[in-house]
Structure formats: C-alpha cells, structure tokens
C-alpha cells in the first residue's frame, strides 16, 4: 500500500494544514503515523487520447494514490466516460505517486497547479486563490449533504469543495474472545477499560489503539467526554476539566499494560486484530470487508465510547475523515472545470458508491446514495453508517498544524511524562489561541 493511500487521509483531514505547510497524510491529527512507504515515482497520466478538436477545453485532474487495487484504472475510465458523453471537455488525469501534498502545493504555489485536485480545505487555500466557490453546484442537492461534510468545505459563508468519500473509525471486538472471558460489549470507556484488563492474557492484550500506546484517544476522549476543541464560531473550547478527565484516564490506559505495543503493523491495518494478538482493536471502517473475509460474523463494532467525567455529557465519538474535490482559482478553465466536478461529485450517485465500495470500503457522501446501497443496509456496516452520522466529528477548517502540534505535545506530556493535565491544558489553549488570532486576522 501506498504512503498516500486513502486509509492515510486522517492527519490532513482532521487538521487543515496552512499553504505550502500542508503535510502529508498518516496517522490521526494526535499520532502522524505512516504506513509503509511505497517507492517514490513520477506523476502517472492516463494513456494519450486523441487529439482533441478545435474548441474543447482539456482540464487537468489530479489524484494522489490510492492503495485500493482497481482506483487507478477506475479514474482513467470514469473521466474516459467522461469525455465521451460530450464534446466540449476533455479531462486527463493524473495519478500522483510519493508525497501528493508537496507535489500538488508546489504546482498550486507556482501558477501551474491542475484545474480540479483533491485536498482538503485550509484558510490559505481560500485567500491564495487556489479554490473556488462551488455553492452553486449544489443547488437542489444540498440537503442530501449532511452538514458534516459541508462544514468541512465552508470558509467565509461559502463552500469551496465537494466530500468525495467519508471515512470513520470504531472499535472492533472479536466476540469469541470476550465470550471466553465472560466480557459483554462494553458501553463506557470505563468498560472498556474493564474489558481490556479482563481480555489480557499472557501474550495476548485486550486492546490494540496504535503502537504508540493511545494517541487515538487525545481526540477521541476528549470529543467522547463531551468536548468541542474549536466550533464553527471560530471558538476554542477545550480548556475544560473534561478534557483533563479525558485525558488522565487516557494517561491510566496506556500505562495499564492492557494495550498491545509493537505491533507489526499500526491501528490502520487489521492484521493485529485478526491474527488474534489482541480482542479488541480500533480501527477504521476501510478494515471490514478484511476483518469480515478472515474472521466471519466472529467481530462487532461500536463507536468510540463515552467517557465519564463528573461535569461533562459523555457521547459515542468518531472521526469524520475523507478526501475533498476542487476547483482551482486560478485555473484558466474554471467554467469547464466546474461543469465537470458537478457532474462526477453531484449528479453521478451511481459513481459515488462505485468509488466508495467498489474498491475499498468508504460511505458515500450524499445521504441518498449511501442509504441506496445495498452494503450498508445490515449488520456492522450499518452500525459504522449511523454511527458516523450520530457521532462523527472533524477538526474544522480554521484548525491548523501550529494548533494540532501545541495540542499534541501537551497530550503527551500528560500521558507519556505524567505532567498536570490542567496546566498543559491551559498551556496548549493559549498557544492555539495565539495562534487562530493570528490566522484570523489574516
């Protein structure tokens, strides 16, 4: 699998990065880990099309690559069918091997960026001119968006991008471990803490977070202990004693010896779960078919679970992630470029839930085509469908990586050297304070 395949989009997602700085994907906001690296290789383009005929507009789409097997061949086939149902734009794509986000900031930055790209939206995307306003492709359709997904695209009172794919996590439970061990699904993080202690046994753990021993759980706790880091006011609001509650029982878990560490490979991937290292693990959504090939109907999944503080509202939690589409602002063909996002993104459903399940396993952006198909109609994954859509939380847009790194290191500071919640709390407020002051004013 590819450094930059869609299992991977989590970091970018969940911080939207500044201008050139925008990093590439890995881990979650709280942990940038990275899956194994591919070999770097050139830019890959679709094989040459005919010539176009006088008056058609080419556009260029670029994507980073995919891990899934058949998403390259299927991007070259969707903009061939494409451009043979009309004969006023011709699209060619380009597959983007290595490190996407330099390669595609750099073009951007230059004045050389293609005419539609996938990203994620950041305030410097907007002042810089490297997007357009697309509100006007979803006239009629905006309400089959749920408004998750157009936060996540909205700066300003206008939204500049379209979700091409949601991706969520959950907690994965082996059922014939915790029914050896007299364990019911847990329904707290209290439980959960209980089960792992009680599903641990010699070299088998009760739960696998990730091998750095929990980074998960900075955001997770805290949006599960019923905190809200930055809202759509552009308001910090985490400098809460739920989140040093979140946190202090997130420091008690990972020193606990109830998490597997050293894994061979980290939370993204399946293999710890399914070879029995552990029972129970979190995950993301693009595990199950695997988990399901491997193990049968021997799993079930919740949300991340609630956590108790003596003040707070606990909730389920999990991360609302994915990959967006837009319209370069200072692309030369804006019009055509537009005519054509609406067209893959907006009108095509049939498209949308190709590229969701066909290949990996993703939920669909409009609310319609993911109640049509079929896949998510049962079982766990209609439980990770609602559970998204009850639970699902992003870092909003104005959210940077100055942020998520003052914000990070004052997690592990908590967890790692046992320093006072509150005080890092605090510390880590004022930093990102300082620092939303300073994006905000521009």
């Not at 847009?397 to 050297?417: G, I, R």
Request: charged share 20%.
């Amino acid at each position: 699998m590819g450094t930059l395949s869609r299992r991977n989009f989590l970091k970018t997602t969940a911080v939207a990065l500044t201008g050139l700085a925008m990093a590439a994907c890995g881990g979650t906001a709280a942990t940038p880990t990275t899956a194994p690296a591919a070999k770097p290789a050139e830019p890959t383009k679709a094989p040459a099309a005919a010539p176009a005929a006088g008056g058609v507009v080419t556009i260029q789409q670029w994507y980073h690559e995919y891990g899934e097997k058949g998403c390259q061949e299927a991007v070259y086939r969707i903009a061939d069918e494409y451009n043979k149902s009309q004969n006023k734009i011709k699209v060619e794509v380009t597959w983007t091997p290595g490190d996407y986000a330099s390669k595609l900031n750099s073009a951007l930055a230059a004045g050389t960026g293609p005419d539609v790209y996938e990203s994620q939206l950041n305030i410097d995307r907007v002042r810089n001119k490297q997007v357009v306003a697309l509100d006007d492709l979803y006239a009629g359709v905006k309400d089959d968006f749920d408004p998750k997904s157009l936060a996540l695209d909205t700066l300003n009172g206008k939204i500049w991008g379209i979700q091409m794919i949601i991706d969520t996590g959950l907690i994965y439970y082996r059922k014939s471990m915790l029914d050896q061990a007299g364990v019911k699904i847990p329904t707290t993080f209290d439980e959960l803490v209980e089960a792992a202690k009680k599903l641990t046994s010699g070299r088998v753990k009760g739960l696998f977070v990730g091998n750095d021993g929990g980074g998960i759980m900075r955001d997770q706790n805290g949006w599960a202990a019923g905190v809200t880091f930055l809202d759509d006011s552009n308001k910090l609001l985490f400098n809460v004693p739920e989140l040093a509650t979140a946190w202090e029982k997130a420091r008690d878990l990972s020193k606990s010896g109830y998490l597997l560490v050293g894994s061979p490979t980290d939370w993204w991937d399946p293999s710890a779960f399914v070879q029995g290292l552990c029972a129970m693990c979190w995950g993301g959504l693009w595990m199950m078919p695997e988990v399901q090939r491997q193990l049968g109907d021997d799993f079930t999944v919740t949300q991340w679970l609630p956590v108790p503080t003596p003040t707070g509202k606990p909730r389920g939690s999990t991360f609302w992630g994915g990959w967006h589409e837009f319209v370069n602002g200072q692309s030369k063909n804006i019009p055509s470029a537009m005519t054509f996002v609406k067209w893959q993104w907006i009108d095509n459903k049939d498209w949308q839930n190709e590229w969701a399940t066909a290949y990996g396993f993703h939920i669909p952006p409009r609310k319609s085509a993911a109640a049509a198909n079929a896949k998510f109609t049962s079982g766990n994954p209609k439980i990770a469908r609602d559970g998204l859509y009850q639970f699902g939380w992003a870092f909003p847009p104005m959210w940077n990586s100055a942020m998520d790194t003052s914000l990070n290191d004052a997690f592990w500071n908590v967890v790692k050297q046992g320093k006072d919640a509150k005080a890092e709390i605090q510390t880590a407020f004022d930093k990102c304070q300082a620092e939303l002051d300073r994006q905000l004013k521009g």
